[in-house]
């Protein structure tokens, strides 16, 4: 069984910074991709970035390129998102993803942790 548990979470002022990590334990497995999505009260998932394996790969959605920087770490078996320049729209549960394959679905999820942005 794969663990992934998001962390880094709170309060922010708009056009604060935040980090949050995403820690994986449980079964040794190598991802293909790790990803970031986030969910917003009374809105749809949305992707927010994603990482491969070996660091490269980096995808973003467009709401939060520019801004938002995703990096891992496989010694420690955690994936960060550097979240700049935060908009009150930015507001969500954000989640990580693991991927196991190019060919198969974001099949295992945390719990996600809430950001919240103040105007």
């Known amino acids: 069984q794969v663990q992934l548990v998001e962390s880094g979470g709170g309060l922010v002022q708009a056009g604060g910074s935040m980090r949050l990590s995403c820690a994986q334990s449980g079964r040794a497995f190598n991802p293909y991709a790790t990803g970031w999505f986030r969910q917003a009260p009374g809105k749809g998932r949305e992707f927010v970035a994603s990482?491969?394996?070996?660091?490269?790969?980096?995808n973003y959605g467009d709401s939060v390129r520019d801004r938002f920087t995703i990096s891992r770490d496989n010694a420690e078996k955690t994936v960060y998102l550097q979240m700049n320049s935060l908009k009150p729209d930015d507001t969500a549960a954000y989640y990580c993803a693991l991927k196991p394959s190019a060919f198969d679905v974001w099949k295992y999820w945390g719990q996600g942790t809430q950001v919240t942005v103040s105007s």
């Open positions: 990482i491969g394996l070996t660091g490269r790969g980096i």
